[in-house]
């Protein structure tokens, strides 16, 4: 059974930093693309990063390039989410996503995590 579970997500205040898990299981966290989607309240969902199945290419959104860093890890079967130097912009609920590259449809979701930036 395949799935994605994220975690990591939670309150920080700004200027700070969290770093999001997304565990998989049912394949190896290699076989895919793995992307990085958010939504804020009242906005629709976008695409903030997506690192190809073979590592060598990464996406970054505009609002977010120098603060998020994608990685994943094989020997956990986890992708990560490093945010840095959070805003108010980045207050978000957060998924995990998992695609045969990094221009196709999705395949599997994960189950999401909120993001609050605040003091």
């Given at each position: 059974?395949?799935?994605?579970?994220?975690?990591?997500?939670?309150?920080?205040?700004?200027?700070?930093?969290?770093?999001?898990?997304c565990?998989?299981?049912?394949?190896?966290v290699?076989?895919?693309?793995i992307?990085?989607?958010r939504?804020?309240?009242?906005?629709?969902?976008d695409?903030?990063s997506?690192?190809?199945?073979?590592r060598?290419s990464?996406?970054?959104a505009d609002?977010?390039?120098?603060?998020l860093?994608?990685s994943?890890?094989?020997?956990?079967?986890?992708?990560?989410?490093?945010?840095d130097?959070l805003?108010?912009?980045?207050?978000a609920?957060y998924?995990?996503a998992?695609?045969?590259?990094?221009t196709d449809?999705?395949?599997y979701?994960?189950?999401?995590t909120?993001?609050?930036v605040?003091?």
């Open positions: 059974q395949v799935q994605l579970v994220e975690s990591g997500g939670g309150l920080v205040q700004p200027g700070g930093s969290l770093r999001l898990s565990t998989v299981s049912g394949f190896t290699d076989y895919y693309a992307g990085w989607l939504q804020a309240p009242g906005k629709v969902r695409a903030v997506c690192m190809s199945a073979n060598t990464t996406y970054y609002s977010v390039k120098g603060r860093t994608a994943r890890e094989k020997i956990t079967n986890t992708a990560y989410l490093q945010m130097s805003g108010s912009e980045d207050y609920v998924y995990c998992a695609e045969p590259a990094c449809g999705i395949n979701w994960g189950k999401r909120l993001v609050t605040s003091s």
